[in-house]
């Protein structure tokens, strides 16, 4: 499963992780150069203490068979800061005289370096130690001095400057995730602006704008484009509601005269069957053609905010009855039962009559054309969470999975070949909707392919 981040986050942890690598690559590199500063000091410290005791060898002029290192080591450590581990080795490279013993003095040399560290490993710690060896080149004498000392306070010194650097950087990084999240924040701040004024537009407010800032960032450009695409969508649509009005009232009259003079010659009793029958075509598609357009024209009218809405409060059970009565003969005819279930108490609602009975009549008159014969028609009526409930459900052939999320579209059908047979015109779901929303409302339908469809709308009571 693929993680979503937001913009938001996502800057935050970039920011994070850039601002991580460069803590950890500083920090090391001030690490290492102060460890190399360090043992540079010792080195330097060992090479005086061994240079000193070298200088006092030969200002003694002793002979390499008869020195005495530990007085000079004694004269030595008065001066010396630090405890030193001293050892003087002969010629053939064999331990001679030393102030202590200790691994890291062996009693012969492997070999002649100037300066190494070296760590001692004992039963109970382990131990860094530094060293140098430097050789002797008198005329009486000649050998090696090996000078050594522990590394113990450097290498605390050393920890606890990685501890400092752990605990700077920890405290620096929970810093900056707060800051650079409500940094990331107030940057992206004009984008959730823009995200919520740009949900807030639909088709019925497409003048609404984004408010444009006076700064000449990337957010004020992008503002600015959206904004001209708002004016271009809103050009677009008012010239299509505009054509559609436009149209629907230019074919009104035609139609109208086209009923009407089909009527008008289908009474006259002189006609043949053939001419009887042609007319009775032209009537059933200018019938359609007329509800059509009385359908094209309320969405128009709808879309642009010039179809009035006359509330008024009634009572949703009379309502229902008429409605159902309306269909009655018609589900006769297909012997279909229509029930009616309407709860006991009164309900009361503040709405455009004529509407809701255009919803009720749209919505009954799809269950009675895709229920088969021998089904039933229930309209239910109740109240819950102070919303009015009406319910239609039908035992009709249902509505498939794959076509559901299209239905409230215009001029959609589920099955296109019969839907016009049945003089659907595919609007009459989009006015429901339409109808619903313009009161407050919403609408939602469960369907199973071969048991049924319920639509369940929820008003507002008053």
């Known amino acids: 499963m693929k993680l979503k981040l937001t913009i938001k986050t996502r800057l935050t942890l970039w920011y994070i992780i850039i601002l991580t690598m460069t803590l950890i690559a500083f920090s090391s590199f001030i690490f290492i150069n102060v460890e190399q500063y360090i043992y540079k000091q010792v080195e ?14 030969e200002n003694s002029d002793l002979r390499e068979e008869s020195i005495e290192i530990s007085p000079i080591i004694n004269e030595v450590k008065e001066n010396a800061d630090k405890d030193f581990l001293i050892a003087y080795y002969a010629s053939n490279k064999k331990l001679v005289s030393t102030n202590k013993q200790n691994d890291i003095l062996p009693d012969k040399l492997k070999a002649d370096n100037t300066f190494s560290t070296i760590e001692l490993e004992n039963d109970n710690l382990d131990e860094d130690w530094a ?32 501890l400092i650097s752990i605990l700077g950087i920890s405290i620096f990084l929970i810093a900056a995730i707060t800051g650079g999240y409500f940094l ?54 008012e010239r299509e509601k505009q054509f559609t009005s436009d149209a629907s009232h230019e074919l009104r ?24 029958e042609t007319l009775k075509i032209i009537k059933k598609q200018s019938d359609y053609m007329g509800h059509l357009i009385e359908q094209l024209l309320l969405l128009a009218r709808s879309d642009s905010g010039k179809q009035i809405i006359e509330k008024e409060q009634f009572d949703i059970h009379e309502l229902v009855e008429i409605v159902a009565g309306e269909f ?10 229509i029930i009616t279930e309407q709860s006991r108490e009164t309900l009361s609602i503040l709405a455009d009559q004529s509407m809701i009975i255009q919803l009720l ?16 028609v229930e309209i239910i009526t109740g109240k819950r969470d102070e919303k009015l409930i009406i319910k239609i459900k039908d035992t009709g052939r249902g509505i498939p999975k794959e076509e559901q999320d299209n239905i409230f579209k215009r001029f959609y059908r589920v099955d296109k070949s019969r839907s016009r047979k049945k003089g659907g015109t595919g609007l009459g779901l989009a006015i429901c909707e339409w109808i619903v929303e313009s009161h407050e409302g919403s609408i939602e339908f469960e369907s199973r392919t071969g048991i049924g469809t319920t639509f369940i709308i929820k008003l507002p009571v008053f």
């Open 361 to 376: 009549l749209n919505l009954m008159d799809n269950a009675i054309k895709y229920t088969p014969e021998g089904g039933e």
């Open 44 to 57: 330097i410290r060992l090479k005086n203490q061994g240079e000193q005791i070298i200088g006092e060898i």
């Open 184 to 237: 990331a924040g107030k940057a992206l701040s004009p984008i959730e602006k823009i995200n919520t004024t740009a949900r807030d537009i639909s088709s019925s407010n497409l003048g609404q704008r984004i408010e444009e800032k006076n700064t000449d960032d990337e957010v004020a450009s992008l503002i600015i484009t959206l904004n001209q695409l708002f004016a271009r969508l809103e050009k677009a649509f």
């Open 328 to 337: 009655r003969a018609i589900a006769e005819n297909k012997n279909i039962k």
């Open 253 to 276: 009259t035609p139609i109208t005269v086209i009923r009407a003079q089909s009527e008008k010659i289908l009474r006259r009793k002189d006609l043949n069957e053939e001419c009887k």
């Open 131 to 162: 060293l140098i060896t430097l050789p002797i080149n008198s005329k009486s004498s000649s050998g090696w001095i090996r000078v050594a000392e522990s590394l113990d306070s450097e290498e605390k010194i050393l920890d606890k400057l990685i």
